[in-house]
């Protein structure tokens, strides 16, 4: 175990005073429970990663934060929202797991292990975070701002207010904000060729449905999110 860890510290390009902080932030719950016979939740909390991971996100979103303004003083609060929902997400930091292979240094459990664990990319996301906060519970925030920029670096200097756009996932946090469930999509109809096929979708949530076309099912669904984004805007207004 030492040295993968040592391998993990090289990569993230931090030397932990204390490793037991990072020891931590690989551990999955479910290693916990194998590992250790009398575990309980109270003792998956102390040594799984999930209280780290916790910390983890908003050292992150707060670094992310920083660097984004730093770089476009002159966005407005909406375009600065958009892109840092963008690089604070679960494919952006699963991403940058993958890029230093940070699943071959979780410890999972069996079962975890069978089901495909090291590749999943929620899991990926949030070793990442843990491991951001252990960074700062280790070194402080300026440490753990670094580890950040060297993981996502690349990705807040290339990030852009057109590239952030993600309307299905704006739309489930406006709904999970308004304690409603999240929409439900479905293909309506696909009309053309298939090398020119146009989709239909819908999207259906408590109180409204909205729909939306593209030239792929994802890109309908987006639109049909957009659509519904500008709805309860409307209805907010009002």
Excluded: C
Excluded at 131 to 145: C, M, N, P, Q
Aim: net charge negative.
């Amino acid at each position: 175990m030492s040295a993968n860890l040592s391998d993990l510290e090289k990569v993230i390009g931090h030397s932990f005073r204390d490793i037991k902080f990072l020891e931590r932030a690989i551990t999955h719950r479910s290693w916990v429970f194998e590992n250790l016979p009398d575990a309980d939740e109270s003792t998956a909390s102390a040594w799984a990663n999930e209280v780290l991971e916790f910390l983890g996100d908003s050292v992150v979103g707060l670094a992310v934060a920083e660097n984004l303004v730093a770089l476009h003083p002159a966005l407005d609060e909406g375009d600065l929202t958009l892109m840092k929902h963008h690089l604070v997400s679960t494919a952006t930091l699963a991403k940058a797991g993958d890029g230093i292979e940070i699943g071959k240094f979780l410890r999972v459990g069996r079962g975890e292990e069978k089901t495909g664990g090291r590749q999943k990319r929620a899991l990926l996301a949030n070793t990442v975070e843990a491991v951001v906060g252990a960074v700062f519970l280790d070194s402080g925030y300026i440490a753990a701002r670094g580890v950040v920029k060297r993981l996502i670096g690349e990705d807040i200097r290339a990030a852009t207010p057109e590239r952030s756009l993600d309307y299905k996932s704006l739309l489930q946090e406006r709904l999970q904000a308004a304690k409603l469930s999240a929409p439900a999509y479905s293909l309506v109809r696909s009309d053309g060729p298939p090398h020119d096929r146009t989709f239909f979708v819908e999207a259906v949530w408590e109180g409204g449905r909205s729909s939306g076309e593209g030239q792929s099912i994802k890109a309908a669904e987006m639109m049909a999110a957009r659509a519904a984004l500008d709805s309860l805007a409307s209805v907010q207004k009002n």
